[in-house]
């Protein structure tokens, strides 16, 4: 069982930046056997692919529309996982999702754990 918890979420003008935290709480399974994985979903739309981070946070993947102004890390010793927001554009307001997953991908499906999100606004 994965227990995931986000914070740091809030409203921010156009060019602002935030610092989202994702904190895991795992039973059975060390933290750093899981990929992680950032998603969002705007009001009205699909949830959607953000970033993701591999076991060892060696490896880096993004959304084409984050890529260049995101930035996943993590901590495997704090088992949280973070993304940094730069440049942010009023099309990134969503609620953001951390996800983990054995294996992860792209796509929400293939997600097993969940956190309940937390709301990014940006303001034009």
């Known amino acids: 069982q994965v227990q995931l918890v986000e914070s740091g979420g809030g409203l921010v003008q156009a060019g602002g930046s935030l610092r989202l935290s994702c904190s895991c709480a795992?039973?059975?399974?060390?933290?750093?056997?899981?990929?992680m994985g950032w998603f969002r979903q705007a009001p009205g739309k699909e949830r959607e692919f953000v970033a993701r981070?591999?076991?060892?946070?060696?490896?880096?993947y993004y959304a084409d529309s984050v890529k260049g102004r995101f930035t996943i890390s993590r901590d495997n010793a704090k088992n949280t996982v973070y993304l940094q927001l730069n440049s942010l554009k009023p099309e990134d307001t969503a609620v953001y999702y951390c996800?983990?997953?054995?294996?992860?991908?792209?796509?929400?499906?293939?997600?097993?754990?969940w956190g309940e999100g937390t709301l990014v606004t940006v303001s034009s």
């Open positions: 795992a039973s059975g399974r060390a933290f750093d056997t899981y990929v």
């Open positions: 981070i591999s076991r060892g946070g060696g490896m880096t």
């Open positions: 996800a983990a997953d054995r294996y992860g991908s792209e796509l929400p499906s293939t997600m097993d754990y």
